[in-house]
């Protein structure tokens, strides 16, 4: 952390007081701009791994749902899984369904009945939700008994160096500093989510990785062609003036450049697993 | 407005699992409307090309005087 830099704008609340830091429209606007794009290697990675490790936990799955489905390629993926029978899609636009049955929708408040499901399969589809503990819960509630939750999310010290190099360039400029990069939650705080919204048998595991890009620029459009950039409420993230976000981009390059050429970047990618107890669930 | 055509119709399959995502409680379909009802909820959800938008900022609000 470096002294001196304050967090300024306060979120503003709902009445259930949960910190509405994403904007969700926003957020599903842009990816909804991305599903025609290819999407980036590391999201259909992060797919196949899901339905490995669905393929070695669930014998089958008769109806499984996928959530955050941003585009059609994903959709496919899954579809070609012969244990996935019954596949059901929530996602951010009609271009991302990919001709499977499913339904436009957003994650906070998912339009499924109760025990719906065998299996919900979340490929980062739940980094940018305001009430993960409360999403948790509502996922647990789709799923039958014996049913399976699996999902893979950015945490810990995703972006590390971009955060710190914008917030150091602002505070240094202002004398405070909004909020860029989200905030993303640790491994052992996600595990914990798990038991608290009734999945049991929690595994949380985590695969830290240093990806390298040729500068910040390159970075920031990979974000932005995954639809991961802004989507941040205004109220908590103010536009940043040119010269502030070259001094970033001086400060970034500097500090985390890649002995091969170009920069590091930290992505902290954590997988979760979650079972509903067989038999009648409280 | 795109005519209403097989094409048009929610999977069956998948209408018997959606339920309103703020209430929870059970939808009705509106074929004439191409509409997903939540009386609890007070809101009319779209269905665009058989796809049901189940957003509520896209969501139509009920009138007072709809049945």
Redesign the interface.
């Known amino acids: 952390m470096h002294a001196g830099v304050t967090v300024t704008g306060r979120p503003p609340t709902t009445p259930s007081e949960v910190p509405q830091l994403f904007d969700r ?1 926003a957020g ?1 606007r842009r990816l909804a701009r991305c599903a025609r794009w290819e999407p980036p290697d590391l999201l259909c990675e992060l797919v196949e791994a899901l339905l490995e490790r669905l393929d070695e936990l669930q014998e089958s799955s008769e109806a499984c749902l996928l959530l955050g489905a941003r585009h059609g390629s994903i959709v496919r993926l899954v579809q070609r899984r012969h244990r996935v029978n ?1 596949l ?1 899609v929530l996602a951010p636009d ?1 271009a991302c ?1 990919a001709n499977a ?6 994650e906070e ?6 025990e ?1 499901f065998d299996t919900v399969l979340a490929p980062l589809a739940l980094h940018r939700v305001n009430d993960l503990p409360g999403t948790l819960v509502q996922i647990r509630r789709l799923l039958r008994p014996g049913g399976l939750f699996l999902a893979s999310l950015p945490a810990e010290e995703t972006l590390c160096e971009l955060r710190e190099a914008l917030l150091e360039a602002e505070a240094a400029a202002t004398g405070g500093a909004t909020l860029r990069v989200p905030p993303f939650a640790d491994v052992q705080t996600l595990g914990n989510l798990l038991p608290r919204a009734g999945f049991t048998m929690p595994i949380a595991d985590i695969d830290r990785r240093q990806l390298v890009f040729d500068g910040v620029g390159a970075l920031l459009r990979a974000l932005g062609r995954a639809g991961e950039r802004g989507g941040l409420q205004a109220t908590v993230s103010r536009r940043l003036s040119r010269p502030t976000f070259r001094q970033a981009c001086r400060l970034y390059e500097a500090r985390y450049r890649h002995a091969g050429g170009g920069i590091a970047a930290s992505f902290d990618l954590v997988t979760l697993t979650g079972r509903v107890p067989p038999g009648p669930t409280a | 407005m795109t005519p209403k055509s097989a094409g048009t119709e929610v999977d069956p399959r998948l209408l018997e699992i959606l339920v309103c995502p703020v209430t929870k409680t059970d939808l009705e379909y509106d074929r004439d409307r191409n509409e997903l009802i939540s009386r609890a909820a007070g809101l009319a959800f779209p269905v665009r090309d058989g796809v049901p938008i189940m957003l509520v900022d896209e969501a139509r609000v009920l009138g007072d005087d709809e049945p």
């Open positions: 429209r599903r019954d059901t009609p369904l049955p499913g339904a436009i929708g957003d408040f998912l339009p499924f009945a109760d719906a």
